[in-house]
């Protein structure tokens, strides 16, 4: 059961890895411990069948990441850009997935709330008034799934390497997405 000392201790242990308290963080917080809770986790260990997906880039998102332990890196951590301030808990092992969303927490008060009220309000308003949970049905490829690449291959444009299946085949050669479709940046030629 969540309690306000696990709250203190992990906002604090989010606003070390962000760099300071706001409300993303505050509130970002009490749903990643709210998440774990659900999914019978324990705060402060490390979950190898724990997948989290962030709806959104903002500082929710490194809530989230310093509570539960999930990463980019690991393959456990997934991020889905559609700029919600939702995040879906999906636990591999039993299939059982999640997705919590903000209930209008972080906006009833805002104009009238100090950032220590908001944080006071947070820590005291029992999770499921602060949140809307939705199980939901969660199937993952081969390519996203933690552990090793499952497969990689060459792009026969650029050279480079790509893993996971995330590349695309264009009259029967393999493409990554960037030389098929166009990408993020451009080369400069010096």
Do not use: W
């Not at 880039?57 to 980019?72: E, F, L, N, Y």
């Amino acid at each position: 059961m969540m309690n306000e000392k696990d709250y203190d201790e992990q906002l604090e242990k989010a606003a070390e890895f962000h760099g300071h308290i706001c409300g993303g963080i505050a509130i970002g917080t009490k749903l990643a411990m709210y998440g774990l809770e659900l999914l019978g986790m324990e705060l402060n260990q490390r979950h190898k069948n724990l997948i989290v997906f962030l709806e959104i880039d903002r500082c929710m998102s490194d809530a989230v990441q310093s509570v539960t332990g999930c990463s980019m890196g690991k393959r456990s951590l997934k991020q889905m850009y559609y700029g919600k301030f939702a995040a879906t808990f999906y636990n591999q092992d039993t299939g059982e997935a999640l997705r919590i969303t903000d209930a209008d927490a972080n906006k009833k008060f805002k104009d009238e709330e100090t950032k220590g009220e908001m944080i006071a309000r947070f820590r005291r308003t029992p999770p499921e008034e602060l949140f809307k949970v939705d199980k939901v049905k969660i199937e993952l490829s081969k390519g996203d799934m933690p552990g090793k690449p499952y497969t990689t291959t060459f792009c026969c444009q650029c050279g480079e390497k790509v893993s996971d299946g995330r590349h695309v085949i264009k009259r029967g050669k393999p493409y990554c997405i960037s030389c098929a479709e166009g990408s993020y940046y451009e080369l400069i030629e010096e």
